[in-house]
């Protein structure tokens, strides 16, 4: 079956740190990836996506590109603000279908 | 207004007890979803619905009900609560028509459920 793989946390960094958190995925066929974002208290909310490979997908300074021949979908940040604290979720879906998560990364910045 | 609302936001009870988790959206979404989210294990999916009359069961079901009463509604029950039912529990809403068919699920607040 379809499954996602994220880098294990915690992650802790300082402000103005770069970011990366891993995310590679095992599906049939070219799904849809996401990346969800989880504040402290609130349910996941939409980050980015990318419907088809070499696209990308940003949002508040995160980006993350659709790598067909690694089948990865890796977020990136240039500059951490303590703000940015969350946990962030990957995930895959294909039309008519539900998605599939990975287990989540949760991301500490420091001051 | 949120989009999604989830009702309680917090619940103990006591093993062996009848609880019903309540969601509603606003959204005007056909799909809606159940999860949910323990440490460590991520989200997995316990109930999905596609439209009012469509019902399906997620990895994780054994233990829950579900009853879609209208598109706007969609409330997970626990028959016998047992201790590790304790969780955070999320409802979810998507639409399939959106550009590209790049299914964006969009979250309620959660309930955290605490069975003792």
């Known amino acids: 079956g379809d499954s996602v793989t994220q880098m294990e946390g915690p992650v802790t960094l300082s402000e103005e740190a770069f970011l990366t958190i891993n995310c590679t995925y095992t599906?049939?066929?070219?799904?849809?990836l996401f990346w969800y974002v989880q504040y402290p208290g609130e349910g996941l909310q939409l980050l980015l996506k990318a419907t088809k490979a070499d696209d990308k997908g940003s949002n508040k300074g995160f980006e993350a590109t659709y790598r067909k021949e690694t089948t990865s979908f890796h977020l990136e940040k240039g500059s951490v603000q303590v703000s940015d604290s969350a946990v962030y979720f990957c995930a895959l879906s294909f039309n008519a279908g539900k998605s599939t998560f990975g287990d989540g990364t949760t991301l500490t910045v420091k001051p | 207004d949120a989009d999604v609302t989830q009702t309680p936001r917090n619940r103990i009870t006591k093993t062996g007890k009848r609880i019903m988790l309540e969601c509603s959206q606003t959204k005007g979404h056909d799909r809606m979803y159940w999860y949910r989210q323990d440490p460590g294990l991520g989200l997995r999916l316990i109930y999905y619905s596609f439209d009012v009359k469509d019902i399906n069961k997620g990895e994780i079901s054994d233990g829950y009900s579900v009853s879609r009463q209208a598109q706007a509604k969609f409330s997970l029950s626990l028959e016998s609560a047992i201790p590790n039912q304790t969780a955070l529990y999320f409802c979810a809403t998507s639409d399939l028509t959106q550009a590209g068919g790049a299914e964006t699920q969009y979250f309620g607040p959660g309930t955290r459920l605490l069975v003792l």
């Open positions: 599906a049939t066929g070219y799904p849809s």
